[in-house]
């Protein structure tokens, strides 16, 4: 089933199309806590209920709200509960939630100095609405929470996260669950978020209606590619070219090329200065070659006539001997037909001679390559990441990836890949990202989407990952995409 993203003023003007069908804000909010309070009774089944201890940390708004009444049914199950809770703000529903919770007799301490050690913290903070620095005070009481042992629980999104960028502001909830409330919010899911999220649970209590529209999809992570044909040959399953590979920079183009060669296609020749070829030979025989130097124009073209795709900039470098070669292939590359990976070095050069990029054109920038294609710094880039790949197509035209936790992927529409790890963050893995790209574009072309190819990359590196994140290294996901592109 598709997962949809939204952006949290979508969110709330969905909510409040439903209020005003004559639908209580109130009853919902006993809705989200009811749902909630059956999730962590799942969760803590086998827990003492006698000895197991809940603090419910409440802040000022309707966020709030949800973690007076989850106080509430958590201590009618039997849950020894205590909330800790900001000054009262001005929502009716709040206040009611609060009286609920003193009707109940339960503890409400004013403030969030803790009196006991609990076994699990409730974040009921902050709501969507943030997306201001949190002061001192605020920055200490999340410090404090995040200091304590217990699990920690947050309630629709950690509490000093903003909802629509995932940047902490500038901390945040370091949740183990967060329980998100009838939309997945696309902060949850790219930038710092992973770090704050920890498993992310999906309360849908509300129908969704004709206005609300997804900002982002969620790429699937289940892709099952198309079986070969029992009478196929070399000639249907394509034919890639990896362009780079400068004097003293080979292993980028090796690993490419096995990349692609590794996702299924047919033939791939390596272009690059001969000074590799040995090197590639003894370690892929099934590559092809060619002398980058001893390559004219209208060899270029020859060779683009006979091919299906093309990736370049995987170790190209940055000297006049790079630049002489990338404005020889760029200007060919892109008015052929054949589909172009523009990755590393090539997306340099692009960024110093700025130019649209056709359809087929597949660009993937890391924070600081699309740092410099925008002329910002990493910092704002990351402050908002689906602004920025929004901002490269703009300004560049074709199709984009912006790597890093929470890959976004942007073609006709926006996606974001959640799978991924970590152990991904290590040199190579960008190279072999965009021989993948290659690799599968030349076999299936528009038979599969950008997004599928980087959910496989990112699936290919949680395998390899299973045996250790720290001191992953590019080239054993070799193995894995062998893997991952034979899944049934």
């Known amino acids: 089933m598709m997962q949809f993203a939204y952006s949290r003023q979508d969110i709330k003007t969905w909510e409040q199309r439903w209020f005003s069908q004559q639908n209580s804000s109130f009853a919902l909010m006993q809705q989200v806590a009811w749902t909630l309070h059956k999730e962590l009774l799942e969760l803590f089944k086998d827990q003492n209920k006698e000895k197991f201890k809940i603090a419910l940390c409440c802040g000022q708004g309707n966020n709030a709200g949800d973690g007076y009444l989850v106080a509430v049914y958590l201590k009618r199950a039997g849950f020894l509960v205590d909330i800790y809770a900001a000054e009262l703000g001005q929502s009716l529903d709040l206040a009611k939630a609060r009286q609920c919770a003193e009707n109940d007799q339960i503890n409400i301490i004013s403030g969030f100095d803790f009196k006991l050690e609990y076994d699990c913290y409730v974040d009921a903070l902050f709501g969507i609405g943030l997306d201001r620095q949190l002061n001192e005070y605020?920055?200490?009481?999340?410090?404090?929470?995040?200091?304590?042992?217990?699990?920690?629980?947050?309630?629709?999104?950690?509490?000093?996260?903003?909802?629509?960028?995932?940047?902490?502001?500038?901390?945040?909830?370091?949740?183990?669950?967060?329980?998100?409330v009838l939309g997945l919010k696309i902060g949850l899911l790219t930038g710092q978020a992973q770090e704050y999220t920890g498993q992310i649970k999906l309360l849908d209590l509300i129908p969704i209606d004709s206005g609300l529209i997804p900002l982002a999809y969620i790429s699937p992570t289940h892709i099952k590619l198309n079986k070969r044909k029992a009478y196929g040959h070399k000639g249907d399953y394509g034919h890639v070219v990896i362009v780079g590979g400068h004097e003293q920079m080979g292993g980028a183009v090796i690993m490419a090329a096995e990349a692609a060669s590794c996702a299924g296609a047919a033939k791939v020749t390596v272009v690059c200065h001969a000074k590799h070829h040995v090197a590639i030979l003894s370690r892929s025989p099934n590559l092809m070659l060619r002398d980058i130097d001893r390559m004219t124009i209208s060899d270029i073209q020859e060779l683009l006539q006979q091919i299906d795709a093309v990736c370049i900039g995987m170790g190209l470098g940055r000297d006049q001997w790079a630049e002489q070669h990338f404005?020889?292939?760029?200007?060919?590359?892109?008015?052929?037909?054949?589909?172009?990976?523009?990755?590393?070095?090539?997306?340099?050069?692009?960024?110093?001679?700025?130019?649209?990029?056709?359809?087929?054109?597949?660009?993937?920038?890391?924070?600081?390559?699309?740092?410099?294609?925008?002329?910002?710094?990493?910092?704002?880039?990351?402050?908002?990441?689906?602004?920025?790949?929004?901002?490269?197509?703009?300004?560049?035209?074709?199709?984009?990836?912006?790597?890093?936790?929470?890959?976004?992927?942007?073609?006709?529409?926006?996606?974001?890949?959640?799978?991924?790890?970590?152990?991904?963050?290590?040199?190579?893995?960008?190279?072999?990202?965009?021989?993948?790209?290659?690799?599968?574009?030349?076999?299936?072309?528009?038979?599969?989407?950008?997004?599928?190819?980087?959910?496989?990359?990112?699936?290919?590196?949680?395998?390899?990952?299973?045996?250790?994140?720290?001191?992953?290294?590019?080239?054993?996901?070799?193995?894995?995409?062998?893997d991952v592109v034979n899944l049934e």
């Not at 009481?141 to 509490?159: A, Q």
């Not at 690799?439 to 290919?460: P, S, W």
């Open 138 to 180: 605020w920055q200490n009481i999340i410090h404090n929470i995040n200091s304590r042992v217990g699990i920690k629980i947050t309630i629709d999104i950690p509490s000093g996260l903003n909802a629509d960028t995932g940047r902490a502001l500038p901390c945040a909830i370091k949740a183990d669950y967060c329980f998100t």
């Open 327 to 482: 404005t020889h292939w760029f200007a060919e590359l892109n008015r052929s037909s054949v589909d172009v990976v523009y990755d590393a070095d090539a997306l340099w050069f692009l960024a110093k001679y700025p130019s649209q990029l056709k359809i087929k054109s597949y660009a993937t920038p890391h924070p600081g390559e699309a740092a410099t294609l925008l002329q910002q710094s990493v910092a704002t880039v990351e402050s908002d990441r689906v602004a920025a790949i929004k901002k490269l197509q703009q300004n560049y035209g074709g199709q984009w990836v912006l790597k890093g936790s929470g890959s976004l992927i942007l073609q006709e529409q926006l996606w974001v890949c959640r799978a991924g790890n970590p152990g991904m963050a290590t040199g190579g893995m960008g190279d072999i990202l965009a021989g993948m790209i290659a690799g599968l574009k030349a076999q299936m072309g528009e038979q599969i989407a950008l997004h599928q190819i980087v959910t496989l990359h990112a699936l290919a590196g949680d395998a390899l990952a299973q045996y250790g994140m720290r001191g992953m290294r590019a080239q054993k996901m070799i193995e894995t995409i062998y």
